[in-house]
């Protein structure tokens, strides 16, 4: 009996199909963390992952092939189980003398930014550092880093909240004197909350100006081995132009 031989067409077809099955069969998928109230950075949007850092890692991450998922989480909570190992790696953090030995971080920052201190839109202040908000009680949000000349300062005053917003509220009330935040984060909400905020405060100082990270696992497993890999992807998406298309977008 003669062998019967497969058209072309279809012999095409099953080579696509088995190339793609490959391809899926190897494809890496990793979970990060990531914060859930720093837009228009990375914050909660129907229970889903938005912004800036996070369009930026999830291209940079499939420039080698990797598929990010995310998991929204409080930031605290977000660098506790990086810390712990139960997630690859957290954002956005910052590599201070608070936390920069518990993680392990990549060569250049996601982005950089100016950490401020507000106060009411009738203050006459300006220019104010860490060493001047010694004895002053300024709102912080829980688990995140202002730089070490602020977070090491033990003369200043913090309250703590979950949310920037009720921090906000806090200053509005004149519970507190001053509130720290993040320039583009303070300016998204004041936008976001016009109605209550707009035009009640006044940016009076800042505190520093750092860049901002992932923060990758030291006690999990693949931790360094992702960390490599987002170099090597953050390398090519800067360098083709994709980074600033991605900035463009958000800001």
């Known amino acids: 009996m003669g062998s019967v031989r497969m058209p072309e067409g279809r012999m095409k077809y099953l080579l696509c199909c088995l190339l793609l099955a490959c391809r899926l069969s190897s494809a890496e998928t990793i979970t990060l963390g990531a914060e859930d109230d720093w837009a228009p950075y990375s914050s909660a949007v129907e229970r889903s992952a938005r912004g ?11 420039a080698v092939g990797i598929t990010v998922n995310f998991e929204v989480l409080p930031y605290a909570r977000c660098l506790d189980d990086t810390r712990r190992g139960r997630l690859v790696g957290c954002f956005d ?17 996601l982005f950089t930014t100016h950490m401020n201190v507000y106060a009411l839109s009738g203050s006459r202040e300006s220019g104010l550092g ?42 509005l009330a004149g519970r507190i004197q001053y509130m720290a935040a993040e320039e583009r984060i303070a300016k998204a909400l004041f936008a976001k909350e016009s109605a209550e905020f707009g035009g009640k405060f006044k940016l009076v100082g800042t ?38 298309a991605i900035e463009a977008v958000w800001f």
Do not use: C
């Not at 860490?130 to 309250?159: H, M, S």
């Open 207 to 244: 505190v520093a100006t750092p860049g901002l990270f992932i923060a990758f696992s030291k006690t999990g497993p693949d931790g360094a081995k992702y960390l490599q890999k987002f170099n090597r992807g953050y390398a090519l998406l800067r360098d083709s132009g994709r980074y600033k």
């Open 52 to 62: 800036f850092a996070v369009d930026v890692i999830r291209e940079a991450f499939a």
């Open 130 to 171: 860490a060493r001047q908000l010694e004895g002053k009680t300024v709102g912080v949000e829980r688990g995140y880093e202002y730089g070490d000349e602020f977070d090491l300062n033990t003369k200043i005053v913090r309250r703590i909240v979950d949310k920037n917003v009720q921090g906000f509220r806090m200053l």
């Open 93 to 109: 953090a910052v590599p201070n003398a608070m936390i920069g030995g518990s993680f392990l971080w990549h060569d250049h920052p």
